[in-house]
């Protein structure tokens, strides 16, 4: 299939486009979606990565088949993510309600986090890719988390993008922990009552460096966001695709992003853009 033809830049868009560039040399977005606008590129990507014991079982193999393999399209599209020039990528890997689960599953799931990341630290440094884990370390195995850890230090230099894993994550969760802080800077008298607003509740979240997501895309076609990133993805556009998370490829995060490009976003406002 013949890629379109890119059409030419306006200023504000060769500037956006040497902006991603400059931040990942490896980026081409030109050349991998040349009808979508550098300046329409979401900086950063949620996806709740969902399907993956349906895909197993459709095919007569135990749920853990699935996560098997759905970690393997986590590479693939956090690569092809980084070509287009997201700047981060936040991926729902295992929730606070997922402890509901079969012992069994749940077991296989920990081991699976710790491979994936001894696996993968040394091409996240290659590539220079920050790695980051949102949620609560307590009630997780203890090499899960040193296997964090040591992997977040490994990359903590890396700055063409970000790879953050939501891991014995809930926004629910995220949110009383960021109410939690701010009584207690409250009763220290750190912080006046007054002065508690959007802004000092978003410091106290558990990655206020990053930007709130753009675009949310959530796989196996679930109408849902599954306490995810709550307070984030307030203007966050909603991409719902059938396709299983193991199936899910670089061609479903190019249709993702045309169909966030394609849309007007206001922020409330009657103009595009709005207060953003």
Not at 47 to 63: E, K
Not at 91 to 109: D, G, H, Q, T, V
Not at 205 to 233: C, H, K
Request: glycine content about 8%; charged content about 30%; overall charge neutral.
């Amino acid at each position: 299939m013949t890629q379109p033809l890119a059409p030419p830049l306006s200023k504000e868009s060769e500037g956006a486009l040497a902006r991603i560039v400059a931040r990942n040399p490896e980026a081409d977005p030109r050349t991998l979606l040349p009808d979508v606008d550098p300046r329409r590129i979401p900086r950063h990507v949620a996806i709740i990565m969902d399907g993956n014991g349906r895909w197993a079982q459709a095919r007569g193999f135990p749920r853990e088949f699935g996560h098997r393999n759905g970690a393997r399209a986590v590479r693939e599209v956090v690569e092809h993510a980084g070509r287009l020039g997201v700047e981060c990528v936040t991926l729902y890997s295992f929730s606070l309600e997922n402890w509901k689960r079969p012992a069994s599953e749940i077991e296989a799931l920990m081991l699976l986090c710790r491979v994936y990341l001894e696996g993968e630290e040394q091409e996240l440094v290659r590539k220079g890719i920050r790695f980051r884990v949102i949620g609560r370390r307590g009630g997780l195995p203890g090499a899960v988390v040193e296997a964090i850890e040591r992997v977040e230090r490994a990359t903590s230099a890396g700055t063409r993008g970000t790879l953050c894993l939501a891991i014995n994550y809930g926004a629910r969760a995220e949110l009383a922990d960021a109410a939690r802080t701010l009584a207690a800077d409250v009763a220290a008298g750190r912080l006046r009552p007054e002065d508690v607003d959007e802004g000092t509740l978003a410091a106290r979240l558990y990655a206020p460096d990053l930007p709130d997501p753009d675009l949310l895309i959530r796989t196996a076609g679930e109408m849902r966001v599954s306490n995810f990133l709550l307070w984030q993805i307030s203007y966050a556009e909603l991409h719902v695709t059938p396709v299983l998370w193991p199936d899910f490829g670089a061609a479903d995060l190019d249709e993702a992003v045309r169909t966030f490009a394609a849309r007007t976003r206001r922020f409330g406002d009657v103009r595009e853009g709005g207060h953003a």
